[in-house]
Every structure is written in C-alpha cells, then in structure tokens.
C-alpha cells in the first residue's frame, strides 16, 4: 500500500511539475513502427549481398553442374560403346543428352 501511495504522490508531482495530462501521465506509449506516406508498415531492409559474392556463387553452381554434365555424358558414351551399330549408339547418345 506504502509503495502505491509513494507511485501516486510522484506520479501528480511529476505531472504537476512537467506539465503533462493526467490521461497520459499513467499510459503506456507503444513502440513506433516506421509506416510509410500510404499508411503500410516499412519492410525491413536486408543487407544487399555484392555483385562480386553474386558472380562467385553462380561460378561455383555453374561449375558444379557442368561437372554433373560431363559425368553423366561419360557414362552416356559408356553405354553407348557396348552397342553394336552405328545407328543405335547415335540414338541412344541423342536420347540420353536430351536428358541431362
């Protein structure tokens, strides 16, 4: 009880002092959250990656697909070896590229 009294006796001298109005002496202010000119709340802004890390990145998937493509192009050309004419090894080839 001894420590609500003490809040209220400086609570009215902090408002008498100050200036400010009973009704927003007491209240909570919220936490402001940045809104732009239409009334919509401000996406948050990531750091943006550099053009250089982008390019280094693409590099390295590049790479490793194209060394996903000649491996599955050297185990093409292996089952192509073991058939017997010309006509089957090249539609076999053809049919196995087009599914890389």
């Known amino acids: 009880m001894a420590r609500f ?5 400086g609570t009215c001298l902090a408002v008498f002092i100050l200036g400010a109005r009973a009704d927003t002496a ?4 919220a936490a402001r959250l940045p809104v732009t000119h239409h009334g919509k709340l401000v996406a948050k802004k990531e750091p943006r990656e550099s053009a250089k890390k982008r390019r ?33 090894r ?7 590229m087009s599914n890389l």
Do not use: G, N, V
Request: charged share 45%.
């Open 56 to 88: 280094k990145r693409a590099a390295k998937k590049e790479a490793r697909e194209s060394a996903k493509k000649r491996q599955k192009r050297a185990e093409c050309k292996e089952q192509a070896e073991k058939l017997l004419s010309d006509a089957d």
């Open 26 to 29: 007491f209240a909570q202010t």
């Open 5 to 9: 009294a003490a809040f209220l006796i």
């Open 90 to 96: 090249r539609a076999h080839m053809k049919e196995c």
